[in-house]
């Protein structure tokens, strides 16, 4: 008799972690392909990926997500990148080399954009609902921010960065024109929150990328006149961000897409498999509805 090979093992690192839906969507898919392999929340705090890393590379690990706060770490302990990683400057999926080592890729950007191509669906609207015809607005400038300045530069989007730290919208920029043809630098600009209300009055769509809403927070809004705002948060955090929106007349979406979507394309890279976004997605959605 032949002894059944163990499962491969997968994960997320991060600090937190323990809330992370990664081992629910990946197990998820896992299980749905019929593939030996077990996804973990792996709670490693700042300072000690490196060590991490090489444990699970000791343990025949074969490719991580990368969560707070370790995303920039995670680019600059990887022996390859992909471009876009190197560009949005961290890395949110590893995948082990024959040489010990490990590459790192970013899903994020794809991710949001999929999600974003899903929320205009779900919300009915077109870029430019509201009939300003103006530029997209991004509040907060952080990790997450990153991918999307990645993409909107990719997609030539004329975009408003508006973040309380305005060197950091101000990096965002040079992110966009990285990606965008050469001579589109004007069609990105950046600001500080003081500019807010005027910039929201004149957007066509908003993309909430501020971790306001996990402290219950959200921002004066004016008008929505039906335009979008895509929050990349999802549950609790994106509840408060979006409630007033709604009250306001906006058309809100939340993150789940793009969290399903990012896991999605890491499990695509790791495995070579489109997984089913919208089985882990209603899966998602159950486990939200459960949380107290
Ligand atoms: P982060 O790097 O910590 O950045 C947080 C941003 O929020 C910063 O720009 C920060 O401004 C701003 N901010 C925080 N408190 C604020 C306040 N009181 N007033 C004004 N601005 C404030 O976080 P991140 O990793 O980019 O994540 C941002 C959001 O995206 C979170 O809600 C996260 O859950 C979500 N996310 C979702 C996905 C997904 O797959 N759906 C993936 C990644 C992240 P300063 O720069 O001035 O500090």
């Not at 700042?46 to 991580?64: H, I, M, P, Y």
């Not at 890395?91 to 950007?109: C, I, P, Q, R, Y």
């Not at 993409?151 to 965002?172: H, M, P, Y």
Request: aromatic residues 8%; charged residues 15%; glycine residues 12%.
């Amino acid at each position: 008799m032949t002894t059944p090979a163990l499962p491969q093992l997968y994960g997320v690192i991060g600090d937190p972690v323990a809330h992370s839906l990664s081992p629910l969507i990946h197990n998820g898919w896992l299980s749905d392909l019929e593939i030996n392999a077990h996804y973990v929340a792996m709670h490693v705090p700042a300072g000690k990926l490196a060590d991490a890393l090489e444990t699970l590379g000791q343990q025949g690990c074969k490719g991580v997500n990368i969560t707070l706060p370790h995303k920039q770490d995670a680019l600059a302990l990887a022996g390859t990148a992909s471009d876009a990683a190197r560009t949005i400057g961290a890395a949110n999926t590893l995948l082990s080399k024959m040489d010990g080592g490990w590459h790192a890729e970013n899903t994020d950007a794809p991710g949001f954009r999929h999600g974003l191509g899903q929320a205009f669906m779900e919300a009915e609207a077109g870029r430019d609902t509201g009939g300003s015809g103006g530029p997209a607005l991004v509040i907060g400038a952080g990790g997450a921010a990153m991918a999307v300045a990645a993409v909107f530069g990719g997609d030539q989007q004329s975009t408003v960065f508006c973040n309380r730290t305005i060197e950091k919208a101000e990096r965002l920029r040079d992110v966009y024109a990285e990606t965008a043809e050469p001579g589109t630098e004007s069609q990105s600009r950046a600001c500080g929150l003081a500019a807010l209300e005027e910039e929201l009055g004149a957007c066509s769509f908003v993309v909430n990328a501020t971790s306001l809403g996990h402290s219950g927070q959200s921002i004066d809004w004016p008008a929505g006149r039906g335009r979008l705002v895509y929050d990349l948060s999802y549950g609790k955090a994106a509840d408060a961000f979006l409630a007033p929106a709604r009250d306001a007349g906006w058309v809100t979406v939340d993150g789940l897409r793009m969290l399903v979507a990012q896991a999605g394309f890491s499990f695509k890279l790791w495995f070579g498999m489109e997984p089913d976004f919208d089985h882990a997605f209603a899966r998602c959605q159950t486990a939200l509805e459960m949380t107290p």
